[in-house]
């Protein structure tokens, strides 16, 4: 991956399409934004693909991110709470938070910082 670093953003091409980095939201993604996304959108995959290998259907399934920094060192990423919400006839939320708590295992976003932020995964089943 090559980055371009200008005065305003940071760039890179991707496969999908361009992506800008900044800490101004007007001129591209900020660097915090594209860590927690990277999160949600591991463990997402991860979870939703046990789900779809054991034929678990669902209507709607959302996450939602809550972030906690601190202040005093530079703003640091300390904690990122994700909720699993999942809406869906006849869903076992037992089973459901087993896969959640197997998706965490394999979800290698996660894994990379678990040492260093900490990440609380819980499940809402609507």
């Known amino acids: 991956m090559k980055f371009v670093v200008t005065e305003d953003n940071i760039s890179t091409d991707l496969g999908y399409g361009k992506l800008n980095i900044s800490p101004n939201e007007e001129e591209g993604f900020r660097p915090f934004q594209l ?6 959108g591991c463990s ?16 709607e399934f959302t996450v939602e991110a809550d972030v906690e920094r601190n202040e005093d060192e530079a703003n640091k990423l300390e904690k990122v709470s994700l909720t699993f919400k999942i809406k869906g006839d006849n869903l076992d939320e037992k089973k459901l938070q087993r896969n959640l708590e197997i998706s965490r295992k394999h979800c290698s976003m996660v894994r990379s910082v678990e040492d260093s932020i900490e990440v609380v995964e819980t499940l809402q089943v609507l």
Do not use: A, P
């Open 44 to 59: 997402s995959i991860v979870f939703r693909r046990i789900l779809e290998k054991q034929r678990i259907t669902f209507e």
């Open 35 to 40: 860590l927690v996304s990277s999160l949600v």
